[in-house]
């Protein structure tokens, strides 16, 4: 096989995906867990990141990615999920689950990788990185970044689709980053999944509290949203960074005036479309989808585009 016959069949492992049988698979049995672990397992891309060969820009697509707000914190983001996911994997027991969670730390390490490499390659500066010490809450942690991821990555495949479509930057730097929005399809699975197994193998009196976990991590997430998209909390000398950019960006990444309801559209389409080719048995995220489909419903549809008068 050629390099690139290699490389697409890995990415079409890594997108399709389904456990052999059609038998009906009750969420939180074995059956489920070995479905959902089998997953991640078997769509693992092993792509390198150091050989990946970044495009020349010219001067203004180089500007524009320089510009975005988003690189010192999308870099400690990969590094805080790695540390938090992998601190939890240490602590599994069980062999199959710990594999699985021990791949998903490993690929959010890679794709702070692929970051690192892209500033580098095209001179963006960062501000120094803090430690990435092991959390105090494992478990707490690992559901912050899985939740969290559950948020951005929605509304990252469709900035990724408007950036395509758009060819605002040049397609060859875009596609690069292909790999890593399917592995964050993959995670969201991964994870939704994991909460539903984990909730129903708890005693039946230790529920309550692990709802209680699940809310309040929400409600952190949320809160510390809102605090970021006002500028609060922010240090002095701490370099401007958009933490909502998943929520912002769309005039960062194309030239074109896109509303809120086409953006909520494009997002809608593009989460079906990256989920679709996985095992229909797996649960799928509802919680960001729904609200963002309730939202939806209160906005104006977009204008369509008038067509050019013949002269």
């Known amino acids: 096989m050629t390099d690139q016959a290699i490389i697409d069949a890995a990415d079409n492992t890594a997108r399709h995906w389904a456990a052999p049988g059609a038998e009906t698979i009750r969420p939180g049995s074995e059956a489920h867990k070995a479905l959902f672990c089998r997953m991640l397992l078997d769509t693992h891309n092993p792509y390198k990141p150091a050989v990946i060969e970044w495009p020349l820009l010219d001067p203004e697509a180089r500007d524009r990615l320089v510009s975005l707000p988003i690189w010192d914190i999308a870099v400690q983001t990969e590094g805080k999920a790695k540390t938090r996911v992998l601190s939890y994997a240490e602590q599994i027991a069980d062999p199959l689950l710990r594999e699985a969670i021990a791949l998903d730390g490993f690929e959010e390490g890679r794709h702070k990788e692929?970051?690192?490499?892209?500033?580098?390659?095209?001179?963006?500066?960062?501000?120094?990185?803090?430690?990435?010490?092991?959390?105090r809450y494992p478990e707490w942690a690992f559901m912050t970044t899985g939740f969290s991821e559950c948020i951005d990555s929605f509304f990252a495949f469709g900035l990724?689709?408007?950036?395509?479509?758009?060819?605002?930057?040049?397609?060859?730097?875009?596609?690069?980053?292909?790999?890593?929005?399917?592995?964050?399809?993959?995670?969201?699975?991964?994870?939704?999944?994991?909460?539903?197994?984990?909730?129903?193998?708890?005693?039946?009196?230790?529920?309550?509290?692990?709802?209680?976990?699940?809310?309040?991590?929400?409600?952190?997430?949320?809160?510390?949203?809102?605090?970021?998209?006002?500028?609060?909390?922010?240090?002095?000398?701490?370099?401007?960074?958009?933490?909502?950019?998943?929520?912002?960006?769309s005039k960062a990444v194309a030239d074109i005036d896109i509303s809120a309801a086409a953006l909520f559209d494009i997002c809608l389409a593009e989460n079906d479309r990256r989920m679709a080719g996985y095992d229909p048995r797996l649960l799928r995220p509802m919680f960001v989808p729904r609200l963002v489909r309730l939202v939806r419903k209160f906005l104006r549809d977009p204008k369509p585009r008038a067509e050019p008068v013949a002269g």
């Open 114 to 135: 692929v970051l690192s490499n892209l500033v580098a390659a095209y001179g963006i500066r960062l501000a120094p990185e803090p430690e990435y010490h092991p959390p």
């Open 160 to 249: 990724f689709a408007v950036a395509r479509e758009s060819r605002f930057f040049p397609p060859e730097l875009v596609e690069t980053f292909e790999p890593v929005m399917q592995e964050e399809a993959r995670h969201i699975l991964f994870f939704i999944n994991w909460v539903s197994w984990r909730r129903r193998n708890l005693a039946w009196w230790r529920r309550p509290w692990f709802w209680c976990l699940v809310a309040a991590v929400w409600i952190r997430l949320i809160r510390e949203r809102i605090g970021l998209a006002r500028g609060v909390g922010a240090e002095p000398e701490e370099t401007p960074q958009d933490n909502n950019f998943t929520l912002t960006g």
